[in-house]
């Protein structure tokens, strides 16, 4: 079946610090991937997603490039603030034409940024 | 906009008990989801319902029921609670069943079980 793999299960960095969190999926057809974050006390929210081989999803400041070629969708930001602090989960979706509309997630991966 | 409100917060229940959880949504949406979530583990599904009435399996639904008597709300029962449960249970909505959508969170419930 559909699985996603994140790498880093927690991520401690400082302000103003390079982030990637690691994400690589196994699935066949084209699925839609997707980064979603949950602040504490929050249900996860859609940080953006991607649809095609080599697009670019983006969202306050956060970027992720769709790659079918090595099937991963790593997370990236320049430099992290300590508002940034969440739980981020890489996602995809069923096949096209499946009509289910149910994602799989990956294992989510903490991120502490220090003041 | 729109929200989904999942009640309650917080299920204290003994083991072997019957506990369930409520989920409306005003987003209008065919759509609804229940997810558990564990930490290391992230988001497996339980249940899905595409439209009222209907309700499909998901990956965990062992030991769980559903229902989705009108299209706003979706229910889900544990049907004997297990000290190993012991997880937040988070329902989520999207417009409709087509690959792709965004599916839409509530804050989650969080099950303990004395």
């Known amino acids: 079946g559909d699985s996603v793999t994140q790498t880093e299960g927690q991520v401690a960095l400082s302000e103003e610090d390079f982030l990637t969190i690691h994400c690589n999926y196994s699935?066949?057809?084209?699925?839609?991937l997707f980064w979603y974050v949950q602040y504490p006390g929050e249900g996860p929210q859609l940080l953006f997603r991607a649809s095609r081989d080599k697009e670019k999803g983006s969202s306050r400041g956060f970027e992720a490039t769709y790659d079918k070629g090595t099937t991963s969708f790593h997370l990236r930001k320049a430099s992290v603030q300590e508002s940034d602090s969440a739980v981020y989960y890489c996602a995809l979706s069923d096949q096209p034409g499946a009509n289910t509309g149910k994602l799989t997630f990956g294992h989510g991966t903490i991120l502490r940024v220090h003041p | 906009g729109g929200i989904i409100t999942q009640t309650p917060k917080f299920l204290i229940g003994q083991e072997g008990q019957k506990l369930t959880l409520k989920c409306q949504q005003n987003?209008?949406?065919?759509?609804m989801y229940w997810y558990r979530q564990d930490s290391g583990k992230g988001l497996r599904l339980i249940y899905y319902s595409i439209t009222e009435n209907d309700l499909q399996k998901g990956d965990l639904s062992e030991g769980y029921d559903a229902s989705r008597e009108k299209k706003s709300s979706f229910s889900l029962t544990v049907t004997s609670a297990q000290k190993n449960e012991m997880a937040v249970f988070l329902c989520a909505s999207s417009i409709d069943r087509r690959s792709g959508n965004t599916l839409y969170f509530g804050e989650g419930s969080r099950l303990i079980v004395v």
């Open positions: 987003f209008n949406h065919d759509t």
């Open positions: 699935a066949s057809g084209y699925p839609t």
